[in-house]
């Protein structure tokens, strides 16, 4: 199969070129040279498009997805940390689970008003003390994960 430029590859991959300069710089992708003035891919970029997609759309760095590449340009990926990522999903879910049924209860609650609702009152409570509504910062590699229905640590003059 011939050799794709820069304009076809981003066609079919659905990206913008600049994405493709972007990995390009990042060392996600390689030309395999250029004609004229533009890039050359071999057709394979378009599998490993593919993954990088995948691996952005489930929440990786394109750090972590460089690292998921073996030298030879083959993925390796590390089971692990897939592993790891799932589970963060999973608390994800849970966390957001328990917000869409309180907010569910809050609009059909019977209680003449919300803040007479002991649901309603336990999902502010808990959002208060940033267990659930509160977008989270992924967790670095290695770093300790907050358990669900712990409340999160305060900077300092925040009340």
């Known amino acids: 199969m011939p050799?794709?430029?820069?304009?076809?590859?981003?066609?079919?991959?659905?990206v913008p070129a600049s994405t493709l300069r972007f990995y390009e710089e990042k060392?996600?992708?390689?030309p395999t040279g250029r004609r004229g003035l533009r890039r050359q891919y071999d057709p394979?970029?378009?599998?490993?498009?593919?993954?990088i997609a995948l691996g952005?759309?489930?929440?990786?760095?394109?750090?972590?997805?460089?690292?998921?590449f073996a030298p030879d340009g083959q993925p390796r990926i590390d089971r692990q940390l897939l592993v790891a990522r799932a589970d963060e999903l999973d608390r994800t879910i849970q966390e957001l689970a328990v917000l869409r049924d309180s907010l569910r209860h809050a609009a059909?609650?019977?209680?003449?008003?919300?803040?007479?609702?002991?649901?309603?009152r336990r999902l502010l409570?808990?959002?208060?003390a940033g267990v659930v509504g509160a977008p989270r910062k992924r967790t670095p590699q290695g770093a300790p994960k907050r358990t669900p229905g712990?409340?999160?640590?305060?900077?300092?003059?925040?009340?």
């Open 56 to 68: 952005r759309t489930a929440g990786f760095s394109l750090d972590e997805i460089a690292r998921m």
């Open 44 to 51: 394979a970029v378009l599998e490993r498009l593919s993954l």
């Open 150 to 159: 712990t409340p999160r640590k305060q900077s300092p003059g925040q009340p």
């Open 125 to 128: 409570r808990a959002a208060a």
């Open 108 to 120: 059909a609650c019977p209680a003449p008003s919300h803040v007479e609702c002991p649901t309603f």
């Open 27 to 30: 060392g996600l992708i390689t």
């Open 3 to 14: 050799e794709l430029d820069i304009a076809e590859v981003a066609h079919r991959a659905g």
